[in-house]
């Protein structure tokens, strides 16, 4: 067996085992961490797919930012009601029934779809000088130059709207110390 294949039935596992975990946990915090440490994998096996920009994509918006938040989301409300967050057990019946539901439809659909063999599709250049990232940087600023601006202007207006908002209801909280 060479060492990829070892790498990604090492991260498939980490990613069954956390993914599995979450849904044991009964505290919120922890079934948080076992997130982190799935999306982590999930980042592993995308970078053994030579997705390198995905995995780093991965690991800075949902690792690094969504789950972050999260966490810090559930630390505070915690801290603020003075009380454990702790998840029910409640519908596992139900919760059963539609898993196993959904895990059939995902096997039917893979095993209905034509996978190509390798070798078979279009040649994409690969090798030591070769990156994925570089492609995609390149289509960004050639093809897709005006949909990229769009969306940074985008995100700029809700910036801006987002902080003229939270200013304008913190003089109404009375936490105004002018």
Not at 60 to 79: A, D, E, H, N, P
Not at 99 to 112: E, K
């Amino acid at each position: 067996m060479d060492i990829p294949k070892i790498l990604f039935y090492l991260f498939a596992s980490i990613t069954l085992i956390s993914a599995t975990g979450i849904l044991f946990v009964r505290n919120i915090i922890h079934a948080a961490y076992l997130l982190v440490l799935a999306f982590l994998a999930i980042a592993g096996i995308y970078v053994i797919a030579h997705a390198e920009f995905v995995a780093v994509t991965q690991i800075i918006i949902y690792t690094g930012g969504i789950l972050v938040l999260l966490i810090f989301g559930i630390m505070l409300t915690s801290r603020l009601a003075g009380e454990k967050v702790l998840t029910g057990s409640g519908n596992r019946l139900q919760g059963t029934v539609i898993g196993i539901i959904f895990f059939m439809l995902i096997l039917r659909g893979i095993y209905q779809v034509q996978f190509p063999v390798a070798g078979s599709g279009p040649h994409k250049p690969s090798g030591p000088g070769f990156s994925n990232i570089q492609e995609i940087g390149i289509r960004l600023m050639t093809d897709y130059v005006l949909v990229f601006e769009l969306a940074g202007f985008l995100i700029l207006i809700a910036l801006v709207g987002a902080s003229f908002m939270a200013k304008k209801d913190f003089g109404k909280t009375g936490y105004d110390t002018h």
